[in-house]
């Protein structure tokens, strides 16, 4: 088969870092008989310094109808990183649909976790966040600017719709995992109406997956047993605000966030889903060619399951394991030696055999 791919390199190593994703998927891609075509959008910090925007009005429309999108990092000093993450990665993820954030946490073959003596046995859990709605709305507004009485509001915003969409996601993900479990995040003692709403929910979807355990813990110590006990979580669905912080959480566990990959998926498969690692655009190593590329790569793979080839997203992550055991393939965060390019170009070739 042939994919149509949008690639948005984005903003500072995204641009690194895009090109190793891209080598690898080529060169798996040849082995299991699968075909991209990629094409290249330049919407970055860069784009709105000379256009005033950071993508042109009929951006999405250009990419509407790709298979995936293929996105780096957006965000650079210079641009206030309100202005980068609403002019683009919101707009993508709220008109596309892509209500579910996914993020592996996953301690591979070769990584050490910081947390001691934590093996891959006991690292090896999914975080499902919503994504379009929560605490991440724009209702709300700032009054009395500038005077004693000045004040900020913000609501939250919990469909039934969309509550009930994320919850059966992560019931259905359970399902096919072995420990078949789902570990909700709430806040309901202190949060008093969104919250108990978040629980009513999650007790009624669950009661359709008779076949998948459940259990909810509170944001704050749920977030404390993620470092202390790991090995309790299978699948974690959590509110944007929750979810969010989570997801970076999660990943720091399981060793380092230049390697976690994340999708934002639309299920139903109307719009494009969209690809993208975890980490930012890391000005300061940005230039530099040291980025670690594995995060990119890992999403890439999530990519190829996304589109049906789950056999050709195993040789990737397998690749990336072999990589990870070898420090002269793998960048200086991880205590290496590598290049981005160099450790991409291994990878492509453990990918390849
Ligand atoms: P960041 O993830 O860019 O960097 C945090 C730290 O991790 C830095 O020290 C960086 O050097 C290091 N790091 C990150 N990725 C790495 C990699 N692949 N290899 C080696 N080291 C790596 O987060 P930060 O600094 O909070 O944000 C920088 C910019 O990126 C901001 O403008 C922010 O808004 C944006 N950002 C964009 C995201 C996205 O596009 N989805 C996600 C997170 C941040
Ligand atoms: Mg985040």
């Known amino acids: 088969p042939r994919y149509r791919i949008a690639t948005i390199p984005g ?8 090109p190793e994703g891209i080598r690898v998927l080529e060169a798996v891609g040849r082995r299991f008989d699968i075909e991209f075509q990629w094409d290249h959008f330049d919407w970055s910090c860069a784009h709105y310094r000379t256009h005033g925007e950071m993508m042109p009005d009929d951006g999405l429309a250009r990419i509407r109808h790709h298979d995936a999108i293929f996105l780096g990092a957006v965000g650079f000093p210079g641009v206030p990183d309100h202005v980068s993450l609403w002019g683009l990665l919101i707009p993508i993820r709220r008109q596309f649909r892509q209500y579910i954030a996914l993020r592996p946490v996953r301690l591979l073959r070769g990584m050490t976790s910081p947390l001691a003596g934590r093996t891959a046995k006991d690292i090896d859990f999914y975080v499902v966040r919503e994504n379009n709605e929560g605490e991440y709305s724009e209702v709300g507004g700032r009054l009395f600017r500038g005077t004693e009485r000045e004040m900020a509001m913000q609501e939250a915003v919990f469909t039934r719709t969309g509550t009930d969409a994320v919850m059966r996601y992560a019931f259905e993900l359970a399902r096919k995992r072995p420990r078949k479990h789902v570990t909700s995040a ?3 003692n202190g949060i008093v109406h969104t919250m108990p709403f978040w629980d009513e929910r999650f007790a009624s979807v669950k009661q359709a997956y008779p076949d998948v355990s459940a259990d909810q813990y509170h944001i704050d110590i749920l977030a404390a047993h993620f470092v202390m006990n790991p090995d309790r979580f299978d699948v974690v669905v959590a509110s944007n605000l929750f979810g969010d912080i989570l997801s ?12 976690a990959p994340g999708a934002n998926i639309n299920p139903e498969r109307e719009f494009p889903s969209m690809f993208e690692p975890v980490h930012g655009s890391a000005p300061d190593i940005a230039g530099q060619g040291i980025a670690n590329p594995i995060g990119q790569i890992w999403s890439g793979a999530m990519m190829l399951e996304h589109l049906g080839h789950a056999d050709a997203a195993k040789a990737v992550v397998d690749a990336i394991e072999t990589v ?28 390849a055999a």
Request: hydrophobic share 40%.
């Open 324 to 351: 990870l055991g070898d420090p002269a393939s793998c960048t200086r965060d991880l205590g290496g030696t590598a290049s981005t390019r160099e450790c991409g170009a291994a990878i492509a070739i453990a990918a």
């Open 11 to 18: 903003d500072g190593i995204g641009m690194e870092v895009v």
């Open 186 to 188: 709430t806040k309901s």
């Open 248 to 259: 970076d959480l999660g990943p720091a566990v399981a060793g380092s966030l230049g390697i």
